[in-house]
Structure formats: structure tokens, C-alpha cells
């Protein structure tokens, strides 16, 4: 069995402790609701050195954190998947300054400003019809290690529609943009022709916007971009969370985006540590599968 098959099958054991403590009954709803939600977690007391240099710690380091965060991800009722090209395959991402990488723009970057974003947006957004392996429906992240003043920022994709004509929403629906697939990919690509909106059947947007990887195909598309960009910068939009040790945030990855505000790496072992995993809402078909070997690695052919 493969280690996220392991890891799972863990997981699912532990999300029924979890259920039978009571502390996590409402989670699901106040997801739902606002689009994140906020808890907390038992985390290893003896933890490694932060993993600077190789962005990676193996689970049996982290047994009690790697397996709580699984199983907090089933509870809510999520599916973890990881994604072809990111993170070697596997479901824990450590998001942690990388020594050499501060200037990147992704989870291993630290010293520039990570602006609103949602994760994989290259992806097929949830109503969408295509070929395409699903954009994650929601992230979370387990705080192992914190440094001062560094937030994760949720902001709701409605507050931001809020500001724009229903003209300017109509543009941001035609599939007139180019997405580049973020910097925490292995190969980096584009994708031409696609919506920054998709409105579902129940009458809800969602949206695969990227600060730092979104253009649009012509001028006449450029202003409206401009006026989302500068909205989805207005700190009042803003919900600014300084994750405590323990603390899991999960939020809605296509209904919200998030950011992270730039920092100092120590780079002496005691950097943030934080700890992804991605979820779907349902586990997806077979055919989105790398290899029949792992039911979570979904592959990411554009
Ligand atoms: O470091 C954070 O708080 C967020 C990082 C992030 O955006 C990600 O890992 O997708
Ligand atoms: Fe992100």
C-alpha cells in the first residue's frame, strides 16, 4: 500500500475519535456559511527542526499532527487529493520558507507578499464541464511553527463581486484569460481561453483568480481585471488570521481566496511550519487518477 493510501486509511480511524469528541460538531455548517472555518488540533509536542532546506518531513516525524489534520479533513466531510507535478506526489504539503526560494511566489516563498489567490487554477472549477482533474474545493492548513506578524488572509469572492456591474461580471465570464500554473508546479505552463468566473446552478460564482498568474487575452479585458485586482487588495476585505500552534484553517478554495503577507525567514530550524492537504467535496472518477495505484493523486493534463 502507498503511503497516502496508509496515511488514509489512518485518517478515516482517527476522524471517528475525532466525531465521538464533540469539539468539531459545527465546523462543517460554519464552512459552509462563511466560507471558512477555524479550529484546533492536537500537534506533536516533540517536532522536528522546521525543514528549510528540503520542504520535507516524513509523517512518522509528525504522526500525531499528520494524522489529526487527515482526519479533521474527513470529518468536514472532504476527499484529500494531491496533484500531479506539486509536492512529489504527496497529500502533506509543509509550507515553510525554503532556504534559497524567499523571492517565489508559493508556499515555500517568504519574503514578498503571496497576494489573493486560489490554489491550482488552472484547473476544472466545480460546474465546469471538461476533461480537466477538479481544482481543490478547500485547503487546509495546520499551524506547527509561527513567526510574528505573518498572516494567512481569507477574502470573500462575493465581497469582491460586490464592488463590480453586472456588465464587468458578464466580461469576467467569457473565456478570455490566460492562467499560468503556479510557481509550486514542476513544469511551468499556461492555459489560454479560460473564465475567471463560473456561475452554478445555484446561482453562486466561483473563480479561478490568481494575483500573480492571471492576464487577460485582450484590452478590452485588461480594466476589469485591473478593477478585481484592486479590489481583492482592499484590507478591509481582508479576514486576517495569525494562526496560533494548533490552529487549522479550512476554507472554501473557489467561493474565497487567500494570501500570505511577506516575512524574514530565521532559517535556524524554528521558522512557520505550516502543514496543506487539499479536499474535494467528492471523491472524484477513476479516470482523474494518475495510476490506479493511488485513489489521491489526480492528474493535471491541460
Ligand atoms: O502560508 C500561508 O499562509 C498560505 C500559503 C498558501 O497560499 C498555500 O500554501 O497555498
Ligand atoms: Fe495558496
Not at 16 to 25: T, V
Not at 143 to 171: F, H, Y
Not at 192 to 206: A, C, E, H, S
Amino acid at each position: 500500500m502507498n503511503t497516502n493510501s496508509e496515511l488514509y486509511l489512518k485518517a478515516i480511524q482517527r476522524m471517528n475519535e475525532l466525531r465521538f469528541s464533540g469539539e468539531y460538531h459545527e465546523d462543517r455548517e460554519v464552512l459552509a456559511n462563511k466560507g471558512f472555518v477555524v479550529s484546533e488540533l492536537k500537534i506533536d509536542s516533540n517536532l522536528p527542526l522546521t525543514p528549510i532546506r528540503t520542504g520535507f518531513t516524513k509523517n512518522s516525524e509528525i504522526p500525531e499532527s499528520a494524522i489529526n489534520l487527515l482526519g479533521y479533513v474527513c470529518l468536514l466531510g472532504m476527499y484529500p487529493v494531491v496533484y500531479q507535478g506539486e509536492n512529489d506526489g504527496r497529500l502533506i504539503r509543509h509550507v515553510v520558507p525554503r532556504v534559497g526560494l524567499e523571492t517565489q511566489i508559493s508556499s515555500y516563498g517568504s519574503s514578498l507578499d503571496f497576494y489573493p489567490h486560489v490554489d491550482n487554477p488552472d484547473l476544472r472549477l466545480r460546474g465546469e464541464v471538461d476533461f480537466r482533474s477538479p481544482v481543490p474545493d478547500t485547503l487546509s492548513l495546520l499551524c506547527l511553527r509561527q513567526q510574528d506578524n505573518v498572516a494567512t488572509s481569507i477574502l470573500k469572492l462575493d465581497d469582491i463581486l460586490d464592488e463590480l456591474s453586472e456588465e464587468e461580471i458578464k466580461l469576467l465570464e467569457e473565456a478570455e484569460f490566460t492562467v499560468n500554473r503556479p510557481a509550486s508546479f514542476e513544469k511551468q505552463e499556461s492555459i489560454d481561453k479560460l473564465p475567471l468566473l463560473f456561475k452554478g446552478d445555484d446561482g453562486l460564482y466561483v473563480s479561478r483568480f490568481d494575483y500573480h498568474n492571471v492576464r487577460a487575452s485582450s484590452p478590452k479585458y485588461d480594466s476589469v481585471l485591473e478593477k478585481f485586482k484592486r479590489a481583492s487588495l482592499d484590507p478591509k476585505k481582508w479576514v486576517s488570521l495569525y494562526l496560533k500552534l494548533g490552529q487549522v484553517v479550512t476554507f472554501d478554495n473557489q467561493r474565497t481566496l487567500h494570501t500570505r503577507n511577506g516575512f524574514k525567514p530565521k532559517f535556524d530550524g524554528n521558522d512557520r511550519w505550516l502543514l496543506r492537504v487539499f479536499g474535494l467535496f467528492e471523491k472524484c472518477h477513476d479516470k482523474y487518477f494518475l495510476d490506479t495505484s493511488c485513489k489521491h493523486h489526480l492528474h493535471t493534463k491541460i
